[in-house]
């Protein structure tokens, strides 16, 4: 059985008052819309730029989501005939069928050789290889959006002949919105579409047969003129003008919203045309279909990944060392911690023994003559505390444990331990380490000291540096995390301004306009600089106000830091002393490193601008930030 003629009345689009908004607010971008598209035929749909037509096409295939542009739809990384085999095999094709209809599609629409890449085409090859592609699976419904903008006129007649035996021979309904007039003039019916509204549903000899003229341009002219009222100062005012041009220019126009049918062919009721028996195959039942689009999509996605070698390497070496620094940088015990040793029990063997059995592993001794230049180094952040052990150490810890009473007792037996205890980790770390020690001291003098009590105290931690505050692991991380974050939002923030401004075309405009790269990334500079501000603002808000993490000066705003493994390297998530003594010069190289530990001096040492930390930090994050905008401007420049 051929296919159905025009006039057979069986429709495969009904639509009626249709209505579109993008918002709520926004005005209907298609209103009251009615059209009507017999089976087996070409329906051309005319319309100026932003009358609609797009967005009416969307509505048809379940997309509407507005769209600024045209769509290629194409893997621009695939070669021509790969991406007509993955749509081919998304729609469940077979094998022999899809490469057959690759060999015609690209010899018609003149794409061999097949092995290019749809990126190194030229726009006009590229919509080609589009519409091949929506041709490929030969359906009994096309709906085509402009699909001979940019071909030669020898190419765009020969596919229009292409569409017309597309209807007459294999019954292939065909919805299509040109430019080109002229283009549609052998199609079944024209739609006329303005202001969100189909007009007019003729075919092409009886539109211009009502009009008078030679050609579909004229006509189409003509309706124009006829529905170009002047804009009045309401809507409604404006629907009435409308509705009174329609009926002056009847039987041509219908009104849109009416309920009386549009005079296509006979007055007989239009019918929807049946299911092809074609989709009722087992190969469309929704779990095979499925199964097949799976299959071609791992296939594509497969295929993408092997032409991206760089990307493929990046994701298989990036988790790996990410691991390798996690592990190198955090977690690790922190050693070789400098600590001030103030021994003023000069002639006395038990103090010797004492510091003996501290590790040398995981802490430095410097010796100090006083408690006070100890006491300096620590404020200095040349040492993380100070061991003071008073004098006649020796002497008074024998009497102490020899005497039965306690007449005598001074208490000149304990050494005394001061701790700076900004750093949560350190902190404990060296507490842990000075009890092992003196565990493993009170074992020694047991050889002794028969009667020694393994329960005495000779130690005794006093109150630490910065005492004001009981510092958790929470203080020790949000200064370092501030900058984080800061550098992170900037980077990420910087990327998708010049990203979207590529896409838009805006990069280009500016070069011509004369922009330097200098200027741009100057311009990103300062927007970045004043978001990181009052991103430092809000955030120190949290941290001080909400958490009540201390702050005892105003925070020096140091906007610079890393990527992620500078994150695990640079001090922030761990004490860069807990990693291997070799690497802990790389960890203070990363940019977040010195400003996240002035950063934790400002807001827990009580430092000032003209602290040496806080300037050294400062004069490195500008140092970064010179670099960094040094390398983003040749970059720019490069990539002209």
């Given at each position: ?241 409308a509705e009174k041009k329609v009926k002056e220019t009847r039987p041509v126009l219908e009104k849109p919203n009416s309920t009386r049918r549009p005079r296509l062919a006979p007055a007989s009721p239009v019918k929807p045309c049946p299911i092809p ?95 006070r230049q100890a006491f300096d180094a620590v404020l200095g952040e040349e040492a993380w505390g100070t061991i003071h052990i008073p004098p006649n150490y020796t002497k008074e810890l024998n009497f102490r444990v020899h005497s039965k009473s306690l ?107 004369g922009v330097t790269p200098v200027e741009v990334i100057t311009s990103h500079a300062v927007v970045q600089m004043s978001m990181a501000y009052m991103q430092t603002v809000l955030m120190l808000v949290v941290f001080v106000s909400v958490f009540d ?92």
């Amino acid at each position: 059985m051929g296919p159905p003629s025009v006039g057979s009345n069986l429709a495969a689009v009904l639509v009626r008052d249709l209505r579109l908004c993008y918002s709520r607010n926004s005005p209907p971008v298609i209103d009251g819309a009615n059209m009507t598209i017999l089976k087996g035929a070409i329906y051309g749909l005319l319309g100026a730029s932003g009358c609609g037509k797009t967005s009416l096409l969307k509505c048809l295939v379940g997309l509407c989501k507005p769209d600024s542009g045209k769509e290629l739809a194409l893997h621009s990384d695939f070669t021509i005939a790969e991406n007509m085999y993955f749509f081919g095999q998304l729609l469940g094709m077979p094998l022999e069928k899809i490469y057959e209809r690759i060999s015609f599609l690209c010899s018609f629409f003149q794409l061999l050789p097949a092995n290019r890449f749809v990126e190194h085409l030229s726009g006009g090859q590229q919509r080609r290889v589009s519409l091949a592609v929506a041709l490929m699976h030969q359906p009994p419904f096309l709906i085509l959006d402009e699909p001979t903008v940019g071909l030669d006129p020898v190419l765009r007649e020969a596919i229009w002949r292409y569409f017309l035996v597309l209807s007459k021979v294999d019954g292939v309904t065909l919805l299509v919105t040109t430019h080109f007039i002229e283009e549609i003039a052998e199609a079944a019916t024209v739609g006329v579409m303005k202001n969100g509204k189909i007009w007019c549903e003729r075919p092409p000899d009886e539109l211009m047969q009502t009009y008078g003229t030679a050609t579909l341009a004229e006509s189409y002219l003509k309706v124009c003129q006829a529905l170009d009222f002047p804009p009045a100062p309401t809507e409604k005012q404006a629907l009435t003008n409308a509705e009174k041009k329609v009926k002056e220019t009847r039987p041509v126009l219908e009104k849109p919203n009416s309920t009386r049918r549009p005079r296509l062919a006979p007055a007989s009721p239009v019918k929807p045309c049946p299911i092809p028996e074609s989709l009722l195959t087992w190969t469309n039942w929704g779990p095979v279909r499925s199964c097949l689009r799976v299959r071609a999509l791992v296939v594509k996605n497969l295929l993408k990944i092997m032409r991206k070698v760089i990307t493929v390497l990046f994701q298989l070496v990036v988790p790996s060392f990410v691991g390798v620094v996690f592990c190198l940088f955090v977690g690790g015990k922190p050693s070789y911690l400098p600590v001030g040793v103030v021994n003023e029990d000069k002639n006395g063997s038990f103090s010797k023994a004492f510091l003996a059995e501290i590790s040398n592993e995981t802490v430095t001794q410097k010796p100090f003559p006083d408690i006070r230049q100890a006491f300096d180094a620590v404020l200095g952040e040349e040492a993380w505390g100070t061991i003071h052990i008073p004098p006649n150490y020796t002497k008074e810890l024998n009497f102490r444990v020899h005497s039965k009473s306690l007449r005598g007792y001074t208490k000149g037996f304990l050494v005394n331990f001061f701790l700076d205890a900004t750093d949560y980790t350190i902190r404990n770390t060296l507490q842990l380490e000075i009890l092992e020690a003196h565990t493993r001291y009170l074992k020694v003098l047991s050889h002794n000291l028969t009667s020694l009590n393994f329960s005495l105290q000779t130690i005794r931690f006093t109150d630490p540096f910065y005492q004001a505050f009981d510092f958790t692991f929470r203080e020790f991380m949000s200064p370092g995390l501030i900058v984080a974050t800061l550098f992170a939002l900037s980077m990420s923030l910087t990327a998708l301004l010049l990203v979207a401004e590529n896409q838009e075309g805006i990069r280009g405009r500016s070069i011509v306009a004369g922009v330097t790269p200098v200027e741009v990334i100057t311009s990103h500079a300062v927007v970045q600089m004043s978001m990181a501000y009052m991103q430092t603002v809000l955030m120190l808000v949290v941290f001080v106000s909400v958490f009540d993490t201390p702050d005892e000066a105003t925070a020096l705003l140091l906007s610079m830091a890393a990527l992620y493994p500078a994150l695990l390297m640079g001090g922030v998530l761990w004490p860069v002393e807990g990693a291997p003594e070799v690497l802990r010069p790389f960890s203070w190289a990363v940019p977040q490193a010195l400003p996240a530990h002035a950063m934790r001096g400002v807001m827990l040492r009580n430092y000032t601008y003209d602290n040496v930390h806080v300037v050294r930090a400062a004069g490195v994050t500008a140092g970064w930030t010179l670099a960094f905008m040094a390398f983003a401007m040749i970059m720019y420049s490069l990539s002209k």
